[in-house]
């Protein structure tokens, strides 16, 4: 996780003229948070512009936003923080997905729920281990499959199965 110390310190060495084009130091901090809810300086700017965070008469432009992060190296530096807060949430999701699995739920003709499956992705549990461990990265690149793809699948105890494995659970019908 991004180091909140560093993150405050950043923050607090921001310059008066980038803080007053925002119109303070919290509408910094809710752009900063923007960015970290969605990973994007163009969406932040969007959700602040929509949002009573900014104090500044007119809206500002993603344009105008980028250049005042060039412009100054602590704003950079949080908004760099804010970014990898972003990636991590992504990492967390991907790993409940991977380990998890997901729900898929099939609809009948009257709408009700006839079938629950819990889908596995055993192709991203590979990109992640690869991506995560050091004794499954010497993979072939290109995303192909490949031998060396089946050996490191064997030897975490995968084999050779399909990309999309299935249980099915049966649903709870309120009755």
């Known amino acids: 996780m991004a180091n909140l ?3 405050e ?14 119109g303070s130091v919290s509408a910094v901090s809710g752009f900063l948070e923007a ?12 959700i602040v512009n929509n949002s009573n965070i900014s104090k500044v008469d007119s809206m500002i432009s993603p344009l105008h936003v980028q250049r005042l992060i060039n412009d100054d190296r602590y704003l950079t530096k949080c908004v760099a923080m804010a970014k990898q807060i ?5 990492e967390s999701v991907l790993y409940e997905r991977v380990i998890n699995g997901y729900e898929e739920i099939t609809y009948g003709r009257d709408g009700s729920p006839i079938q629950i499956k819990r889908k596995y992705c055993a192709k991203s549990l590979m990109e992640y281990l690869k991506a995560n461990s050091g004794k499954y ?15 490191l699948a064997s030897d975490i105890d995968i084999g050779k199965i399909e990309i999309e494995s299935y ?9």
């Open 167 to 175: 249980a099915i659970i049966k649903p709870q019908l309120n009755q």
């Open 9 to 22: 310190k950043s923050l607090s060495k921001i310059s008066a003229a980038t803080v007053d084009k925002f």
């Open 35 to 46: 960015v970290a809810g969605c990973g994007s300086v163009s969406r932040a700017v969007e």
């Open 137 to 151: 990265c010497g993979s072939s690149k290109g995303g192909a499959s490949s031998e060396q793809d089946d050996e």
């Open 5 to 7: 110390g560093l993150f």
């Open 86 to 90: 972003t990636v991590e949430r992504a």
